[in-house]
């Protein structure tokens, strides 16, 4: 991986910090519950042996983890030890799992064997890993023949109302930075290589945001937001607060996501 890629994400997931600004951003002004839109589409059967890749703080499995099937074996992977050992306690404290396993390791290299799972999930992480079709080889190597493989990313859409602001304030990106790096396309393009019947599935909400700061606080949990000195984030704030003024009280923001899932061969 390039040196200097993997040194920002791992200062940036050095503790949960951004990540939990971030989430606390969706759980303030999601309508719809994203975890849930997930699970519906990962078609997950007793005892299956699942693997997410960049688990983060485990949020996804232990949101669903009530309506999943008995006797699920999960193997959480992540390169945070800070995160991991969050994901280790959410999940582990739903009481709902076979077995879980907690793992700091790479994306480009998997410790497991070939045809270990029956599913593998990248969720919200390959935009951070520049050696994607490496890490998408090896989710391929690790799945057994006919298990599925699913990544989530951003479309460039994704949060361009907020995006816009960040751009007007301090000059960073006006289309969503994931997307660029990683959107839809991409996504699918990169499964391709390996697996088939490929399968795009676009997720919507929309954010009635009605208070500043918070979009500030989400602007700053990623770069360039968290190096804007504190004249831009002063204007941040103003533009924000003159968007949310000149919406009637709302700055209406869409979310657009999208799964991407393929079978293994
Ligand atoms: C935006 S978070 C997504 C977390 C979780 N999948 C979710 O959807 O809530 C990205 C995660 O990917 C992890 N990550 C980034 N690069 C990685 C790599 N090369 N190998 C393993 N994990 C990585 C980060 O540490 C972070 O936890």
Not at 146 to 167: D, K, P, Q
Request: hydrophobic letters at 40%.
């Amino acid at each position: 991986m390039c040196e200097n890629t993997r040194t920002k994400t791992q200062t940036q997931y050095a503790s949960g910090k951004n990540l939990h600004a971030r989430g606390n951003f969706h759980a303030t002004y999601s309508n719809k519950n994203w975890f849930r839109w997930v699970a519906d589409r990962l078609t997950l059967a007793p005892g299956m042996r699942l693997l997410d890749v960049g688990c983060g703080a485990g949020w996804f499995w232990a949101n669903i983890a009530g309506s999943l099937p008995k006797g699920l074996h999960l193997t959480l992977l992540d390169q945070s030890p800070a995160l991991l050992t969050e994901a280790g306690k959410n999940v582990r404290s739903t009481g709902r799992f076979a077995e879980i396993d907690v793992i700091v390791g790479d994306a480009t290299e998997l410790p497991f064997d070939a045809e270990t799972f029956d599913v593998v999930t990248a969720m919200h992480m390959l935009y951070h890993v520049p050696a994607k079709s490496v890490a998408m080889e090896e989710a391929f190597r690790v799945l057994r023949p006919g298990g599925t493989g699913h990544v989530t990313t951003n479309s460039e859409e994704n949060f361009r109302a907020v995006m816009t602001l960040g751009n007007a304030a301090y000059g960073g990106p006006d289309l969503d930075p994931a997307a660029v790096l990683f959107g839809p396309e991409d996504a699918s393009n990169l499964l391709q290589d390996r697996f088939t019947d490929i399968e795009t599935r676009v997720y919507q909400d929309t954010y009635a945001v009605d208070h500043a700061p918070d979009v500030v606080a989400y602007l700053t949990s990623m770069p360039p937001g968290n190096e804007a000195s504190d004249e831009q984030l002063e204007q941040l704030l103003y533009l924000t607060e003159a968007a949310i003024t000149a919406g009637g009280g709302v700055l209406n923001v869409l979310r657009e996501s999208v799964l991407v899932s393929g079978k293994s061969t």
